[in-house]
T-cell receptor
Framework: AQSVTQLGSHVSVSEGALVLLRCNYS??????LFWYVQYPNQGLQLLLK??????LVKGINGFEAEFKKSETSFHLTKPSAHMSDAAEYFC????????????FGQGTELSVKP | DVKVTQSSRYLVKRTGEKVFLECVQD?????MFWYRQDPGLGLRLIYF???????EKGDIPEGYSVSREKKERFSLILESASTNQTSMYLC???????????FGEGSWLTVV
């Protein structure tokens, strides 16, 4: 069985500070990992995905994530937070690289202070 | 860009009513999904479909059913709505060989 744990339901940073959102996964097979962002009253938008190529994955809006198999982690980072980054972020895992269903973490709400 | 449209964004229904949530996608994607989103629980899979007239239960199918009569349309049905089904419902679509899932904007359902 697969599962995803996001550490911290709420993270607050100052504008310009480093953003670090934590995600750990459990999977009996090589995982495919995703980060999604949800702005208020909207659906989910894909930020980035790991599909067994490079372990450091770059996404949209300056975000990146590193797959660490030894730590079963896929943490999301951004060097400098912008006010527009305030949103909810979801980490997800899939067993398949093709058309498969996603298992989501609980979500982390990011607040950015001026 | 793929478009996944959920026609009803905000609904208020009474306990016991039958509720239909409609989802339409415009990119001929084979696979479609219904999730519900609740604070602190993330998204949980209700039902999914890999083809017309096919359906499979997700993690929380109780109290729900689905219909997929046409490839582009995937409907979620609450046979008898209850207050614990008050939630945000998200539809998603992806190609059979793809790994980027596209989401609709969500349907907020309140059952009173």
């Amino acid at each position: 069985a697969q599962s995803v744990t996001q550490l911290g339901s709420h993270v607050s940073v100052s504008e310009g500070a480093l953003v670090l959102l934590r995600c750990n996964y459990s999977s009996s097979v090589p995982p495919y990992l995703f980060w999604y962002v949800q702005y208020p009253n909207q659906g989910l938008q894909l930020l980035l995905k790991y599909t067994s190529a490079a372990t450091l994955v770059k996404g949209i809006n300056g975000f990146e994530a590193e797959f660490k198999k030894s730590e079963t982690s896929f943490h999301l980072t951004k060097p400098s937070a912008h006010m527009s980054d305030a949103a909810e972020y979801f980490c997800a895992v899939s067993v398949s690289n093709q058309g498969g269903k996603l298992i989501f973490g609980q979500g982390t709400e990011l607040s950015v202070k001026p | 860009d793929v478009k996944v449209t959920q026609s009803s964004r905000y609904l208020v229904k009474r306990t016991g009513e039958k509720v239909f949530l409609e989802c339409v996608q415009d990119m001929d994607h084979e696979n479609m999904f219904w999730y519900r989103q609740d604070p602190g629980l993330g998204l949980r899979l209700i039902y999914f479909s890999y083809d017309v007239k096919m359906k499979e239960k997700g993690d929380i199918p109780e109290g729900y059913s689905v219909s997929r009569e046409k490839k582009e349309r995937f409907s979620l049905i609450l046979e008898s709505a209850s207050t614990n089904q008050t939630s945000m419902y998200l539809c998603a679509a992806v190609t059979r060989l793809g790994n980027t899932i596209y989401f609709g904007e969500g349907s907020w359902l309140t059952v009173v």
